[in-house]
């Protein structure tokens, strides 16, 4: 099925119109029959106001194929920081001072929903998934993604806190820690050097009791 195909599917499943749909998601009932009709593809924005709309994930319109590749660097970037943002894997460890995870102390955790479907073998025995750390073999993608993790945290901490307020000076904090955290989520994107699979990501699995 193709995008258009997809939001109409989505659309008339829950039976509403086009103009209901482009009321709900801000966009134009033009633009929404064009999408619907394959003459005009939404782009990111556009598709995330139509899933939210239709109470769905953008996924579901777009397609992981659409969203996702995994060939660089830059790619790997970008999946780590899609997945860190939606709560599907989480980075823990120490936090110092300054803000920052201690890398020393960091590991990757699957989502605890997530993980609790799953289990992994170990010498034939059988574990729960969400007993398994993951840690990066690669000390400069980790260093790359703690910087981002850091200001990322700060934005949440922040926008949380300041939920409903209308106070301008929180709002211009708030809006300039997100222009920080996008800029650097470009840059963290940007590169096209080629994943190394040796450079990944190691597994811990705790020994069996």
Not at 66 to 83: A, P
Not at 119 to 124: T, V
Not at 128 to 157: F, G, P, Q, T, V
Not at 189 to 205: E, P, R, T, W, Y
Request: aromatic residues 6%.
């Amino acid at each position: 099925m193709t995008i258009g195909e997809k939001i109409k599917y989505f659309r008339t499943r829950i039976g509403i119109t086009q103009a209901k749909l482009a009321e709900l998601s801000g966009i134009h009932p033009v633009s929404i029959r064009k999408y619907e009709t394959n003459k005009m593809v939404p782009q990111a924005p556009q598709i995330d106001r139509i899933a939210e709309a239709l109470g769905i994930s953008s996924f579901a319109i777009a397609g992981i194929e659409n969203n996702i590749r995994l060939e660089t660097v830059g790619d790997f970037m970008g999946l780590m920081i899609m997945l860190i943002k939606t709560k599907i894997i989480s980075l823990n460890g120490e936090r110092e001072e300054n803000g920052m995870l201690n890398s020393q102390t960091v590991s990757v955790e699957i989502n605890p929903f997530i993980s609790n479907f799953f289990n992994a073998k170990n010498d034939n025995a059988e574990i729960s998934a969400n007993k398994i750390m993951y840690y990066l073999k690669s000390d400069k993608i980790l260093s790359d993604i703690l910087k981002w993790e850091r200001i990322n945290h700060r934005y949440e901490k922040c926008a949380a806190e300041i939920h409903g307020t209308s106070d301008k000076e929180l709002i211009n904090i708030l809006n300039s820690l997100k222009e920080q955290k996008e800029v650097i989520e470009l840059e963290l994107q940007h590169s096209d050097i080629s994943l190394n699979a040796g450079g990944g990501i190691s597994v811990k699995i705790p020994p069996i009791i």
